[in-house]
């Protein structure tokens, strides 16, 4: 019976240690899995975002009820190419930039 340990403790010591470029290859399925996951969920959606709101900006006409990012209320009055003037009130209009029209408001929201 003590043949058998100093035989298994040759041969243990007898593996190799994996090269640089083998651990590399290990790792690599993981890293492309967490990069896709990564597009999956959080570039992808963002995106989409982005994309629906610059065609609601480039959607915009006179009369339509919109939300400001800062939470202001109004209706588009005029439309410039960087900025929109909003009606707030009976004689009040505000000036802001396109890109801090958060949505359009129904008529169910009034």
């Known amino acids: ?14 593996t190799a240690a994996p090269t640089i470029v083998e651990q590399l290859l290990q790792m690599l399925p ?3 899995l967490i990069v896709v996951i990564f597009y999956f969920v959080i570039y992808r959606p963002q ?8 065609a609601m900006l480039s959607d915009l006409k006179k009369g339509d ?4 990012t800062g ?3 109004g209706t588009v009055t ?3 190419k960087e900025t929109v003037t909003l009606q707030v ?16 408001r129904g008529e169910e929201n009034d």
């Open 1 to 14: 019976m003590r043949l058998t340990f100093p035989a298994l403790a040759q041969v243990a010591t007898q």
């Open 78 to 80: 005029n439309i410039g």
């Open 65 to 68: 009820k919109v939300i400001t």
């Open 30 to 32: 993981m890293f492309v």
């Open 71 to 73: 939470g202001i209320w």
């Open 89 to 104: 009130a009976e004689n009040a209009k505000i000036k802001v930039m396109r890109e801090h029209i958060a949505r359009l």
């Open 47 to 54: 995106k989409q975002q982005r994309d629906k709101h610059k």
